[in-house]
């Protein structure tokens, strides 16, 4: 298993495959040791990447938000928030990583990596990519940081941009305001699973009725697959097409 002086010989070969070479290495170390990893290895790592992750978050959102408003000038502010979140939300973020094949290079406890290597989670992928993000930011700066997005992921992201998946909340909630003057209202009905991989199934009410249930990975994907069948039942073209 990978451990961190094999992740630091391994540093040269990382930097290759990001195509930025850093100052301090141990920014670029630090954004592969998982949280699981440093509960087992006190004595040789003292820091997780989880504060890179918060920073790289913020980080990406606004390198993506400032090429959305600069790029698409003719888009509402509701448009460009739901593009957005498309391509800043956990599975795209985890696609970017994986695209690079980084996720093996993570520092994790040895139950979280067993866990990981038969059922990989998006979300500790998508981690692993906010704080790279977070990690080159601090280093080179937001300049570099937006070189990095670019030069490795312009083409899913214009494929986002050019095909975004339906806002079906925003369309239920525009139909129940016109209809009922009131906005739908998500409730989570079971959640199953562990903490890591866990499954939500959401309704959504206008008052005691319900319009559609829904099931994914993380609330807000279960949240537009309940309004994408509300939508349905309510023979609604926009959940035809």
Not at 36 to 42: A, D, G, K, P
Not at 105 to 129: R, T, W
Not at 202 to 214: E, H, P, Q, R, Y
Request: glycine share 6%; with cysteine.
């Amino acid at each position: 298993m990978l451990d961190l002086e094999m992740l630091k010989e391994k540093l040269v070969y990382l930097e290759d495959i990001i195509g930025y070479s850093f100052k301090n290495k141990d920014f670029l170390i630090l954004a592969f040791v998982h949280s699981s990893y440093l509960n087992e290895n006190q004595a040789v790592a003292t820091v997780s990447n989880e504060r890179l992750e918060f920073l790289g978050d913020a980080v990406l959102g606004l390198i993506i938000a400032d090429y959305l408003y600069k790029g698409l000038p003719e888009k509402s502010e509701g448009t460009l928030s739901h593009i957005r979140s498309q391509l800043i939300e956990s599975t795209s973020c985890a696609k970017y990583i994986e695209k690079l094949r980084l996720e093996d290079y993570l520092l994790m406890g040895k139950g979280e990596k067993k866990n990981f290597i038969l059922q990989p989670n998006p979300s500790i992928s998508a981690d692993l990519f906010e704080a790279l993000v977070g990690a080159i930011y601090l280093d080179g700066g937001v300049d570099c940081a937006k070189r990095f997005i670019f030069n490795h992921f312009d083409s899913e992201i214009r494929e986002i941009i050019e095909n975004p998946v339906k806002n079906w909340k925003a369309e239920l909630q525009d139909y129940t305001q016109k209809t009922y003057q009131k906005i739908p209202i998500y409730k989570v009905i079971e959640e199953e699973g562990p903490d890591h991989n866990k499954t939500f199934q959401i309704s959504v009410f206008v008052d005691d009725m319900i319009l559609g249930s829904g099931y994914g990975s993380s609330k807000k994907i279960a949240q537009q697959a309940a309004a994408c069948e509300a939508l349905s039942r309510l023979n609604l073209s926009e959940a035809q097409e």
